[in-house]
């Protein structure tokens, strides 16, 4: 018997809700993950396709997430839920002995509206909180410890790398700079420090939000997290399973386009060679287009502007 699904928490819009469950092509008794469960919203969609027989198998490191999980969809017997990384997919696919057997696999990069929303987090200047920006605040390192230690230029590659910001040395000289008084340790306070470094504006953007995102990033480990995850991917999925990826900026469906296409394209055999010629190595097929959200969808939720959705299909 399986039990009934909870209500998503007020405020919180999944995007690309129908069209990421679409891509994964829900069959009634097929296996399931949702690697980055959120507050379950891609979840409860899955679940209410899937049958007595199928199964869903919900990751995130939040600890906020794991108890809404447990709250939505905890007296559901098709549901299993881990308190972990999406890059530590394989080891519970080992574990639940599903490896090679999924027949859909979901990823929703980035961080989550409810994370943004709550000061305490620290992931938003647009409020001032502690800044922390961990999505597992039990582990790691927050943003302040490491802005704290950080050499200026290990501060302005992160900022350049992962943030795409051109005025990167300025405001890690700034920020250098500032914490030789004061230690800085809430997001208004970073976010007065970057308005103070940048001499130009972008229109409608703050001058912090790159800063931010680049060190949201450095602290999470977003990026290698991500190679690390899609790595394990082909041999996870069952021929003709699913994946389905939605990213919120270009360097994460950079990341993602290209492992798409390379594992579509193989590895070319050069002429000559006794073996037939072609590719190898080829595990997916890409499938349709990359998917943007409607007009209709931006109006709701201005955040799912950005979002990208890119789907594959294991080959046999």
Not at 2 to 8: A, H, I, Q, R, W
Request: charged residues 30%.
């Amino acid at each position: 018997m399986t039990g009934g699904t909870d209500p998503e928490p007020e405020g919180h819009r999944p995007v690309l809700l129908e069209e990421a469950v679409e891509a994964l092509a829900v069959r009634p008794d097929g296996t399931y993950v949702d690697a980055t469960f959120g507050r379950g919203g891609h979840s409860g969609r899955i679940l209410e396709r899937l049958g007595p027989r199928g199964r869903l198998i919900a990751l995130d490191r939040d600890p906020q997430a794991a108890a809404e999980a447990h709250r939505r969809f905890g007296a559901d017997g098709r549901f299993h839920f881990e308190r972990c990384s999406f890059d530590m997919l394989q080891q519970v696919t080992d574990r639940l002995s599903v490896t090679g057997k999924l027949d859909g696999v979901l990823l929703d990069l980035g961080v989550s509206s409810p994370q943004l929303d709550d000061p305490n987090r620290g992931f938003s200047f647009q409020t001032d909180g502690p800044l922390d920006m961990r999505m597992d605040p039990d582990s790691g390192e927050s943003a302040a410890a490491w802005l704290a230690h950080a050499p200026e230029a290990e501060i302005a590659q992160v900022l350049k790398e992962y943030g795409e910001e051109r005025f990167a040395r300025r405001i890690a000289r700034r920020i250098v700079e500032t914490r030789r008084d004061t230690p800085i340790e809430r997001t208004g306070q970073l976010a007065e420090i970057v308005a103070a470094a940048v001499p130009s504006r972008e229109r409608h953007k703050h001058p912090a939000t790159r800063t931010f995102q680049a060190i949201r990033i450095r602290v999470n480990d977003e990026l290698e997290s991500l190679r690390r995850c899609l790595a394990q991917l082909p041999a996870l999925l069952a021929p003709g399973g699913r994946l389905a990826v939605i990213s919120f900026h270009s360097l994460e469906d950079r990341l993602v386009k290209r492992f798409m296409r390379e594992q579509a394209e193989g590895e070319r055999l050069p002429r000559g060679l006794p073996v037939r010629e072609g590719r190898r190595g080829q595990t997916l097929r890409l499938v349709g287009r990359a998917v943007r959200p409607a007009e209709e969808e931006v109006k709701a939720n201005p955040r799912a502007r950005s979002a990208v959705l890119r789907m594959a299909e294991r080959l046999s």
